[in-house]
T-cell receptor
Framework: EDQVTQSPEALRLQEGESSSLNCSYT??????LFWYRQDPGKGPEFLFT???AGEEKEKERLKATLTKKESFLHITAPKPEDSATYLC?????????????FGTGTLLAVQP | DAGVTQSPTHLIKTRGQQVTLRCSPK?????VSWYQQALGQGPQFIFQ???????QRGNFPDRFSGHQFPNYSSELNVNALLLGDSALYLC????????????FGPGTRLTVT
């Protein structure tokens, strides 16, 4: 069964303190791995798509990487406005649709 | 460029009632997916619509049904509401081919009392 596990569940950082969020996945065949940011009570905001092991994507203070079993979201010198829940999702190959299978997310709090 | 829109923003219903949620996809997108997100959980796939037909359904009962219109907008209907149906309902749009990213709307917060 396709599955996504994110860790830690919650992370508290001081402003400027870099860290990484983990997303482990099992999928029959990976079409793509996606990172989203979600603010409280709002819909997920698309951040990155990764397709193959070794691929990296960057956006401002965020950098996403992918291996055959997991993905990392590295946050460099975070600011309070980076506080949100970060969701990881996978799409499997061969399905009838491009449905997303999500993890439960990592709640990030960045304190000034 | 308008993104994905959903209505209403919030809704309060009583057990046993029926509800209809609406979604308009991002410009240029022809596929709409619906997800349910319980508090503290990741979104769960309900179903997806393309060319006005349901392409795939997740693990949700038949009380959940949907529709897609010729202009690609979509509705989610839930009958015989249960307390456990209280959640944030998210609509996501995408294209049927090529780009695989799904773009989400702001969601509809449904509370069942």
């Amino acid at each position: 069964e396709d599955q996504v596990t994110q860790s830690p569940e919650a992370l508290r950082l001081q402003e400027g303190e870099s860290s990484s969020l983990n997303c482990s996945y099992t999928v029959s065949g990976l079409r793509g791995l996606f990172w989203y940011r979600q603010d409280p009570g709002k819909g997920p905001e698309f951040l990155f798509t990764l397709y193959s092991a070794g691929e990296e994507k960057e956006k401002e203070r965020l950098k996403a990487t992918l291996t055959k079993k997991e993905s990392f979201l590295h946050i460099t010198a975070p600011k309070p406005e980076d506080s949100a829940t970060y969701l990881c999702a996978v799409q499997a190959r061969g399905g009838a649709t491009n449905k997303l299978i999500f993890g439960t997310g990592t709640l990030l709090a960045v304190q000034p | 460029d308008a993104g994905v829109t959903q209505s209403p923003t919030h809704l309060i219903k009583t057990r046993g009632q029926q509800v209809t949620l609406r979604c308009s996809p991002k410009s240029g997108h022809d596929t709409v997916s619906w997800y349910q997100q319980a508090l503290g959980q990741g979104p769960q796939f309900i179903f997806q619509y393309y060319e006005e037909e349901e392409r795939q359904r997740g693990n949700f009962p038949d009380r959940f049904s949907g529709h897609q219109f010729p202009n690609y907008s979509s509705e989610l209907n839930v009958n015989a509401l249960l307390l456990g149906d209280s959640a944030l309902y998210l609509c996501a749009s995408s294209t049927a081919s090529g780009i695989h990213e799904q773009y989400f709307g702001p969601g509809t917060r449904l509370t069942v009392t």
